[in-house]
């Protein structure tokens, strides 16, 4: 990976919080429970994809959701969510990791080419307390090898997934 740069950020569009993020029960919005990561000491949830959906079926999740893709930020104590970012069906962002109570990383992909044989991989490190963002890059890889990433990242899905089902109390 090299980085491209580092700029300041600030988010597409902030909007007042209207969903349940509470909603902890095994019938509650399974996609927000697996990619809704809460910062360390809780403030802050970092909303990998606002438009996935993740469904079990039988051993395996189903994955999908609009073709758009949409990190936010939730802020518990204002009640505010902001989006971080905002693409179409050529990008999408798969993955983030609590750094610290005030950074983070966001991990995504977009196409390379006007075809989708080839993919790009992004990292994205977000400091709230100074509002920038570094952003770094991978090497461009094939179609194929794309499939392996989401391979594993759909198994790292379903690990978040079994981890969140065997701690919470069924009802």
């Known amino acids: 990976m090299w980085a491209t740069g580092q700029r300041r950020w600030k988010p597409v569009y902030v909007r007042k919080l209207e969903r349940d993020i509470d909603d902890q029960s095994i019938d509650g919005e399974i996609a927000f429970q697996v990619l809704g990561l809460p910062s360390p000491e809780g403030r802050y949830v970092l909303d990998v994809d606002w438009y996935q959906s993740i469904q079990p079926q039988g051993d395996t999740l189903e994955v999908g959701g609009e073709p758009d893709s949409q990190p936010t930020l939730i802020d518990r104590r ?78 790292w899905l379903m690990t978040r997934y079994r981890d969140l089902r065997g701690s919470r109390p069924q009802t």
């Open 78 to 155: 204002t009640r505010l969510e902001a989006i971080l970012e905002a693409c179409g069906t050529s990008c999408g962002f798969h993955w983030g990791k609590w750094l610290s109570p005030t950074s983070f990383a966001l991990g995504g992909w977009r196409d390379a080419d006007d075809f989708g044989q080839w993919k790009q991989g992004s990292l994205s490190i977000y400091s709230l307390q100074d509002s920038s963002v570094v952003t770094y890059e991978t090497r461009v890889v094939s179609a194929d090898d794309y499939a392996r990433y989401v391979g594993a990242w759909k198994a």
